[in-house]
């Protein structure tokens, strides 16, 4: 079928940076020659000196036309729809990769210029709100213009090779499948650390925040994927609502176990000396499902911490006198998977050491970009990466009481230096 893509926001960040690299990736395979690109900014821009710029070379110059409107004006939807002219057997891809603030008001432009027909698609980057409330709000804005069915959520950690490994890995190695419970998993661990700070994105990070940024989206949708039960025969189009389902059965363990920090340096930064915005996050979780129950489960992540890693950490139980193993996913900045074992030191006496058993990506092999696989299956229709509006309203509910405890209260933010471990503010 051939799909004309409309990305709103061309000369942005995420499309000039993430996009139109994956964009160029995707058709270079030769596998899609009836897709072509709109880039839709604010004023009519020159597509050969933009691929110049950013990419290096015009190799979508063929692909790509620009179109200029006001986003804000309804006959330029209008005019955008004829420039479009989709034809029969063709489908629409809209990705909307501009401000949050910009998104709710182009949604509702585009379905009232009818680009909300049967074949269109609406890709929407998040935040999906900023808590339960303004999460439906969002929701059912945008389903008075678009079918549940046309809108792809993206959560680009779901669109990750190593995060998909996750399922795979536990579908595909017997070993896991018996082991994978209470009975022998001490604790679960998913841990998203950064060594930079906000890095100038100060109106963005000071109005949202480490949990609202990472740990309500990426962080949640990871742990569904260690939760969830593995789709039988590995059919992925079961993956959407057996992460729900997990997802349904997750609780805090307790409010006030929740930490939030923010580093030394930061409302400096900010211009806001009273500043309360985290730039750490952490809450405790547990799992109502039978064979999770009693398993605690850590969600943390943080900006300025002393090492830059995202992975999801297996803990196992130790068994007699055995040494616990833990099995490692690591998601960024290196995708590969450990498991931490233990053995005979050589040598006369029977004394146990650790070791490392490892698969890594090599480096020399180039993995497809999350972004890539986000366009490739919009375009295939393949919704399991994405994140459905029920998944996005769990999260925020389980983070409720969190969000409500941290608004009424200033006395719990720890403040801490810049290169702290994660054991050292959670203490």
Known sequence: ??????IFGITGDLSTRKLLPALAQIISTGDFDDLSVVGVSRQDINVNELLSA???DTSLESR?????MDTTNLEDYRRLKEFINLG???QLLLYLSVPPGASSGIVELLGQAGLNMPEAKLLLEKPFGIDVESAKQMINHVGTYYDETQVYRIDHYLAKEMTQNIIAFRGGNALFDHIWNSGAIEKIEVVAQEEIGIEGRTQFYEQTGALRDVLQ???????????MDVPRGMDWDDATKMRLEALNAVALADPSQAV?????????EVGNTSSQTETFAAVHLTSNASQWQGVPILL?????MDKKTTEVRVHFRKSHESQTNCLIFNIQPHEGIEIELHTKRPGYDHELESQTLSFMYPAEKKLPDAYEQVIVDAIRSRKSLFASSEEVLRAWE????????????TDDLKLYEKGSSLDAIIA
């Open 64 to 68: 790509i036309t620009g179109f200029g």
């Open 1 to 6: 079928m051939k799909t004309k893509l409309v």
């Open 217 to 227: 989206g990426h962080l949640m949708q990871l742990l569904a994927l260690v939760l």
């Open 398 to 409: 389980i983070l409720t009481p969190v969000q409500e405890s941290w608004s009424s209260r």
């Open 88 to 90: 029969d057997e063709e």
């Open 300 to 304: 943390a992540t943080g900006k300025a």
């Open 54 to 56: 950013k990419l290096g």
């Open 260 to 268: 939030r920090g923010q580093y030394a340096g930061y409302r400096d």
